[in-house]
């Protein structure tokens, strides 16, 4: 075997590529295992991972998906030049953080950490840019909706999974706990802290 032939990837390695590079949404290790007939493919994704890192396109694994990517630093060359950039309002993004540290979180318990009620326009907006999902309801009288972040939420925002998120300390270091404030620190960002009662979170929420 000539060494050229030894430096070939095995059968398994460029399956798993062709695989990725040909799906259409991130795969997770069993989607890619099943689609090739139930083969262990993780070694060959910490090999592609290998081989791709530092390049112009990477893989990685967000949300225990994984898919190819622009490089960070080279994201800028493939923009175009006009953009329809939506930004997120105030609300939105306040609604965004408490689920992201939160989740799962009811409607109810989205307005007792903000203190005000949330629109349900709020709460379309992440559904609808597929940052949020409906997880379930809560097995509590009324069985409310309960709302979680999606594996579109942490690959856009680079993270491979939610114990990726800011520290309290690295916000307040960053000057980013606006507009979140200290209403969430209050209430611990591990989800343990005790929020305010549902019914004090009655005044009209701003900004949406």
């Known amino acids: 075997m000539t060494e050229a032939a030894d430096r070939e990837p095995d059968a398994l390695v460029r399956a798993v590529e062709a695989t990725l590079f040909a799906a259409d949404a991130p795969m997770t ?3 890619i295992s099943d689609h090739l007939g139930g083969a262990d493919v993780r070694d060959a994704l910490a090999t592609l991972a290998g ?19 622009t490089a960070p630093d080279l994201a800028h060359l493939l923009r175009r030049e006009r953009e ?6 105030r609300a939105a993004t306040e609604v965004l953080a408490i689920v992201a540290y939160h989740e799962p979180v009811s409607r109810a318990e989205i307005e007792a950490i903000r203190g005000v009620q949330t629109a349900k326009g709020t709460l379309d907006v992440l559904l609808e840019a597929g940052w949020v999902r ?17 594996p579109d939420f942490l690959a856009h925002f680079g993270l491979a999974s939610r114990r990726d998120l800011p520290g309290i300390d690295e916000l307040r270091a960053a000057g980013l706990l606006e507009p979140v404030d200290e209403a969430m620190a209050a209430f611990d960002f591990d ?3 005790d929020a305010p009662d549902a019914q004090d979170a009655g005044q009209a929420e701003a900004g949406d």
């Open 29 to 31: 290790v069993k989607a």
């Open 191 to 193: 989800g343990k802290g």
């Open 84 to 89: 329809d950039v939506r930004r997120l309002s």
């Open 134 to 150: 409906v997880a379930g309801r809560r097995e509590v009288p009324g069985r409310p909706v309960i709302y979680a972040t999606t």
């Open 51 to 69: 081989h791709y890192a530092g390049r112009g396109v990477e893989l990685v694994e967000r949300g225990e998906r994984w898919h190819f990517q």
